[in-house]
């Protein structure tokens, strides 16, 4: 027995070698995997967010569009959004989308102001208040989101993850970032 560990020394370290370069490879990949499923989800979570906010829509629109029929051109480009973000396909349309609906509701929020029965029923401060919470969890949804799109891009490009992200195929993910239509404040004329 000895005998056979003399002479096969060698063989056994260098099997012993590749079988944790094995295992070092597969964790690898499975950090890759894990990762973007975290970064699914959380989108998820950020479109679970969206959707609230945009069945809320229609509820704000009815209930301005009583007060304010003269608005049609905001009700349209709120639809517009709307039914964009409902056709997108990737996270970087979707964003686009959102951040679309974003501006459109806060052009309609401004016209409300300007209406002032409007601003002083219950139904429209209800709403009001459903929305600004809304869009809170919505921001709280897209910062965990953004924060493992950093996680998952900064491992990919430090070394030797980058080799091993390039042969598993596993790229950068897009951070959901505001359009700069949604940056712009809205300005309302009459």
């Known amino acids: 027995m000895q005998n056979f560990w003399q002479k096969n020394k060698v063989l056994v370290i260098v099997l012993v070698v590749i079988l944790l370069v094995i295992f070092w490879i597969v964790g690898k990949y499975n950090s890759f995997v894990v990762q973007n499923e975290g970064i699914d989800n959380q989108w998820a979570q950020v479109e679970n967010q969206l959707q609230r906010r945009f069945e809320l829509i229609p509820n704000v629109v009815n209930t301005v569009k009583g007060q304010t029929k003269q608005e049609k051109e905001v009700f349209g480009a709120l639809a517009e959004a709307r039914t964009r973000y409902a056709g997108s396909t990737t996270v970087d349309q979707k964003a686009a989308a959102a951040g679309q609906v974003e501006s459109s509701l806060a052009r309609l929020l401004v016209i409300a102001e300007n209406y002032p029965d409007l601003k002083s029923s219950q139904a429209f401060h209800d709403l009001n208040v459903e929305l600004e919470g809304t869009a809170n969890r919505i921001t709280v949804e897209r910062q965990k989101y953004n924060d493992l799109v950093k996680n998952l891009n900064a491992y990919i490009k430090v070394f030797p993850n980058s080799i091993f ?13 505001v359009t700069d239509e949604a940056k712009v404040n809205p300005t309302v004329n009459f």
Do not use: L, P
């Not at 992200?165 to 897009?174: D, L, P, Q, S, Y």
């Open 165 to 177: 992200a390039g042969i598993f195929g596993v790229g950068e993910r897009a951070y959901f970032q």
